[in-house]
């Protein structure tokens, strides 16, 4: 296809695993032996990034993300499989690649834009604005061994941004920077992407949220899912929390319907009654159950819109088939993206509740001032757990179980911000 600028198909990468040291000399010496395991990095894994897209790749550390972009990058060859590049890339990617430290940071940037296709001319006019962006001062004279890993950060970004790239490929070298450079950065990459392709590697799922229209989810070097960030990051975030994913949750459902009926029942129709209001993801050992989720006002009425800075109550109804000894309740509130807000439970917040007898109900208020948030819808995740705040085993989890509207009628412009600012003066002074 003529507009897609990165296609990658069905690539493996394998390394061999040896015990020993010997082993590996026996295996050459021997014919037809083997004394090695193969590892699996990256394993048939195939997909597409057209021209001005931006898209992230995320996944636990060890699933294959930055084996993936060093294969793209052409720093590591794919055992099979094939990857087609279609324009100029620039990468950063893990701290110092493509650098040599004995060398000073002028000859870096020289030798990482020969490296990178470029000519000297087109390196020399590009200079100025690297070393403006990495504004390291005259340490650019000394060798990068001396430098911080920040130091190091912002002279990679500077040269890898800076080089006209049609390709910018960045994996999580960033986290290391300074958050004023972090901005910059950020505020760089916005710039580029909207005329060219961007492969962006992170664990700031607020990040991959803000920039990529596409996200591809890796996993022990597969690629488990893909789709836009809102939906799949709420999961991811689940996962990386609690270890469960979608699938994983319908089959541990040991409740007398499927998990799909399980999502529809009284939690979604206490919530409002919106076409995106659906509990996606509810897991846990189920010896505690959520039988219905409520938002009332703070005189006991139901009520499906709120204002900022109101008083709300969060009910919550539970049924028991276990005794729960020491029982943790809590609740996230999240932006339409999946950024968590809010985040508190009963432990974090020092309220003891006593333990859940076998096959009883209770119901349980949260009483609280709903945030200064700008008028947008917000899903609330509840959770019961069993334990203490550092060791604990998730009871039941529903994510979205309410999804609460916000209104306000204060008008703001876009780019106002996520909070309001409630109460405030100005005066002169």
């Given at each position: 296809m003529k507009d897609v600028t990165i296609e990658v198909k069905n690539v493996v990468k394998v390394y061999k695993?040896?015990?020993?040291p010997t082993d590996r000399l026996k295996e050459s010496l021997i014919k037809n032996s083997c004394y090695h395991k193969d590892f699996y990095a990256v394993n048939d894994v195939s997909f597409s990034v057209k021209r001005g897209e931006t898209v992230g790749i995320i996944g636990k550390n060890g699933a294959g993300k930055s084996t993936m972009l060093k294969m793209i990058t052409g720093v590591l060859a794919p055992t099979s499989g094939e990857i087609t590049l279609s324009?100029?890339?620039?990468?950063?990617?893990?701290?110092?690649?493509?650098?040599?430290?004995?060398?000073?940071?002028?000859?870096?940037?020289?030798?990482?834009?020969?490296?990178?296709?470029?000519?000297?001319?087109?390196?020399?006019?590009?200079?100025?604005?690297?070393?403006?962006?990495?504004?390291?001062?005259?340490?650019?004279?000394?060798?990068?061994?001396?430098?911080?890993?920040?130091?190091?950060?912002?002279?990679?970004?500077a040269t890898a941004i800076n080089v006209k790239p049609e390709i910018l490929i960045?994996?999580?070298?960033?986290?290391?920077?300074?958050?004023?450079?972090?901005?910059?950065?950020?505020?760089?990459?916005?710039?580029?992407?909207?005329?060219?392709t961007v492969l962006f590697v992170s664990h700031d799922t607020g990040a991959i949220s803000s920039f990529c229209d596409r996200v591809i989810w890796l996993d022990d070097g597969q690629i488990y899912k893909e789709g836009v960030p809102g939906e799949l990051l709420k999961e991811y975030l689940a996962y990386m929390r609690y270890e469960v994913k979608a699938e994983d949750s319908k089959e541990n459902d040991t409740g007398e319907t499927s998990g799909e009926e399980n999502t529809q029942g009284d939690l979604a129709e206490q919530a409002e009654e919106t076409s995106d209001n659906v509990c996606r993801l509810q897991f846990g050992n189920k010896m505690a159950q959520f039988v219905d989720i409520r938002l009332l006002n703070e005189y006991g009425q139901l009520i499906s819109c709120v204002k900022p800075?109101?008083?709300?109550?969060?009910?919550?109804?539970?049924?028991?088939?276990?005794?729960?000894?020491?029982?943790?309740?809590?609740?996230?509130?999240k932006d339409r993206l999946g950024n968590e807000l809010v985040v508190t439970n009963t432990a974090l917040?020092?309220?003891?509740?006593?333990?859940?007898?076998?096959?009883?109900?209770?119901?349980?208020?949260?009483?609280?001032?709903f945030p200064e948030f700008h008028a947008d819808e917000y899903p609330i995740d509840v959770a019961l757990a069993d334990g203490t705040y550092q060791s604990h085993e998730q009871i039941?989890?529903?994510?979205?179980?309410?999804?609460?509207?916000c209104v306000d009628e204060r008008l703001y412009p876009e780019g106002r911000g996520r909070y309001i600012l409630n109460r405030a003066e100005f005066v002169q002074c």
């Open positions: 695993l040896y015990n020993k324009g100029h890339v620039s990468a950063l990617l893990e701290l110092g690649t493509g650098f040599d430290a004995e060398r000073n940071g002028i000859d870096n940037i020289y030798l990482n834009g020969r490296i990178n296709g470029l000519s000297k001319k087109e390196i020399e006019d590009s200079m100025d604005e690297i070393l403006e962006f990495a504004d390291i001062g005259d340490f650019v004279y000394q060798p990068i061994k001396t430098y911080s890993s920040g130091m190091l950060v912002r002279l990679a970004f960045v994996d999580e070298a960033l986290s290391v920077g300074d958050v004023r450079f972090q901005q910059k950065c950020y505020r760089k990459i916005r710039e580029f992407k909207e005329n060219g800075g109101q008083a709300i109550i969060l009910e919550m109804e539970v049924d028991t088939k276990e005794q729960i000894e020491f029982p943790i309740f809590g609740f996230v509130i917040d020092g309220w003891e509740v006593s333990a859940l007898e076998k096959d009883r109900e209770y119901k349980f208020q949260w009483r609280f001032n039941h989890f529903v994510s979205d179980a309410l999804i609460i509207k």
